[in-house]
């Protein structure tokens, strides 16, 4: 009891300083929220699919169930509260491993685990992130569970079917709500015949996860990619549109290349970006020690593995397999830092298990100490200010019922969409993926010039100020232009303090010969 006291109380105050922390970082206005957080959970709530086209750019077709929770909450918290709250949640991911801590090192002292705690909750990304809507640490949470629950699970004589069950079940929604922390749940899933010992038992585990996980998988991710699949012949649209054919982008459009390594030499390098390169691995500064690290750590498993007792032995060399194979996939599919959180969070724990001395130990919590004062977590977008509950917009744009919206640009707009009036819909002719000048028109490009073509009611443009200029040429490929030099400026929380509010600029159809305005 004693000891369960002591890490409920581990647990508060995480939960504690995290959502402290999510508070006085301030409300969040990531890019990806002001893009598509926000508007697809709204969107799918709101069934808009035959009324918006490509609103939040490549990102309107992610499933949006991840954030479905986190736009309800926002209709009814303010944006500091709601910070807070997303910090309190993310801080119960060291509940999970404390858990797996006193399975991995039940050699070392709580307190040594603690501080292995610590340094995982204090990785770059977790920091990064507190109170933010990425939603990766709640999925990191996720794993966590499941690997406590596996690694309690596999530690005794019978695994219960219905806690791997439950395990597989954690790691097959991570994948299916967010597709780039598939190679984390793959590369657990593969490493499972190394957890349990004994033949029958192995192929049990393997079983029951794999059921558990498949079955998630399915139900939380089919629907949506079969209606994906219905309107636009891919399952995953619009990435990996080589393997699955069609003309509705260009040739890799939406493949970003920008983190995968280029060759064998940077791929060899890429286990130090996140200390010496963050160019190499992140959009945003960082500097973070954890997964270099864990490499190091498992070196040392490789070398010291006899001086191991079973239990952790075996844990261990799941996790060391599972982490080599999630890694192996990760690297040429996404190459971002961050989608590795999992491990970040595990990292230390992993490194504190390698150490079978006291004098070992007392040097990896040196190194860990170490970690954390020089991690430099990413900067990420705070908002100018907090807001009520569901109400961003300072002043509601004045808009029609049967006014279309016209997107362009690569800024992210589209946060704006679920708190204008209503309209008719919103159309995006230009983004990340198309319509963008030296791309090559597809079939996307197609359909909003198509849709505009036969809208009778007014147009606006919705766009960053600082892209208007250069989008007359967009317009004017499309018969239109702006017809007020100024536009309207929206007055959004949401975006932050250095950045230009959104503005919307009434549209007016070209006659044949009309000159395009120049600003």
Known sequence: MKAAARDAAAVAASVAACATAAWAFGPDANWDLRNYHLYAAWAWLADRAALDLAAAQAQTWFNPLLWVPHFLAFQHLDGAPLAALVGALQGLCAAPLLAIAARLAPQASFGARAIAVAGGMTAATVVGQLGASYGDVLLALGVLVALAILLRECSGAAARPGWLIAAGVLLGAVPALKLSH???????????????????????????????????FALLAGPWAWTLWRDWGNPVFPQFGALFGGNWLAPDAARDLRFVPAGAGEALARPLAPLLDWRATSDYRIRDARLPLLFVALAVLAVRHHALAAAPRRALAFLAAGFLLAYALWLPLFGYHRYLVAFELLAPLVLLAAATEARGRRIVLAAIALAIVSTNPPNHERAA?????????????????????????????????????????????????????????????????????????????????????????????????????DGIVIDSA???????????????RLASGDPVPRQ
């Open 182 to 216: 598939a190679p984390v749940a793959l590369g657990l899933c593969l490493a499972l015949p190394l957890l349990a010992a004994g033949g029958a038992a192995r192929w049990r585990v393997v079983g029951w996860v794999g059921a558990g996980a498949l079955g998630a």
């Open 385 to 485: 200010r907090d807001w009520p509950a569901g109400r961003p917009l300072a002043v509601a744009a004045p808009i029609a019922p049967d006014t279309l919206l016209v997107l362009a640009g690569v800024a992210p707009t589209a946060h704006v969409l679920p708190f204008l009036p209503p309209f008719a819909g919103a159309v995006r002719v230009s983004s990340n993926v198309h319509g963008m000048p030296g791309q090559a028109g597809a079939g996307l490009d197609a359909r909003a010039a198509a849709r505009i073509a036969a809208h009778d009611g007014p147009l606006l443009l919705l766009a960053d100020p600082r892209e208007a200029t250069s989008l007359d040429a967009t317009l004017d490929r499309l018969g239109l232009a702006r017809a007020d030099p």
């Open 494 to 508: 949401l975006v932050p303090p250095m950045e230009p509010a959104p503005r919307l600029w009434p549209l007016r």
